[in-house]
């Protein structure tokens, strides 16, 4: 299987605040990578897909970067409810696999 | 617009088969993929496997032998089965769409549905 790693596991920002996340594959993924929001008690939120296609309705404010092994998801401007866990996903085998998620808190 | 609806029961004793429906509504199942993911509490996400409408299949080896995962297009339904379940699934397992073509994503999710296993 393909591990992904993600980094910092949590981090506390401010409001206004220019957040990155990275998430790195055990080995190339090309841009097979998917990248989700989840709030507590809801299901996951799809972001951006293949590295920096941003979905329909997300706020611009959300990127993606990567190729390869390295990827980034950046919020420009953190707002109240961008406060939430985020995980990367690769589909890019058999056998699809998650990070191990980022938790986004206020500072 | 389409909606995804997990239901079963939310209580399986070990070594039970856990056995869980996913309803679409809103549109129909007679294309994509349609996904089950399992997030155990306070956790990370699993995928657990897929299922085409037409009936193919691609399971997490992780599960081995005990998953199952089947469609009813006449229902508009696909259906989880996990036999000789223990605690280490006690999950929130939801149900997903994949509409990609060449990656695999999820852009659709159930609200999900809270498995215990349990004596």
């Known amino acids: 299987d393909i591990q992904m790693t993600q980094s910092p596991p949590s981090l506390s920002a401010s409001v206004g605040d220019r957040v990155t996340i990275t998430c790195r594959a055990s080995q190339s993924i090309s841009r097979y990578l998917n990248w989700y929001q989840q709030k507590p008690g809801k299901a996951p939120k799809l972001l951006i897909y293949?590295?920096?296609s941003l979905q329909s309705g997300v706020p611009s404010r959300f990127s993606g970067r990567g190729s390869g092994t390295d990827f980034t998801l950046t919020i420009s401007s953190l707002q109240p409810e961008d406060f939430a866990t985020y995980y990367c996903q690769q589909g890019y085998n058999n056998v699809l696999t998650f990070g191990g998620g980022t938790k986004v808190e206020i500072k | 617009q389409v909606q995804l609806q997990e239901s079963g029961p939310g209580l399986v004793k070990p070594s039970e088969t856990l056995s869980l429906t996913c309803t679409v509504s809103g549109g129909s199942i007679s294309s994509h993929f349609w996904n089950w993911i399992r997030q155990p509490p306070g956790k990370g996400l699993e995928w657990i496997g897929y299922?085409?409408?037409?009936?193919?299949?691609r399971y997490n080896p992780s599960l081995g032998s005990r998953l199952t995962i089947s469609v009813d297009t006449s229902r508009n339904q696909f259906s989880l089965q996990l036999t000789s379940v223990t605690a280490a699934d006690t999950a929130v397992y939801y149900c997903?769409?994949?509409?990609?073509?060449?990656?695999?994503?999820?852009?659709?999710w159930g609200r999900g549905t809270l498995v215990t296993v349990s004596s």
């Open positions: 293949a590295a920096s």
């Open positions: 997903a769409r994949d509409i990609s073509t060449d990656d695999y994503y999820f852009d659709l």
């Open positions: 299922i085409y409408y037409s009936g193919s299949t």
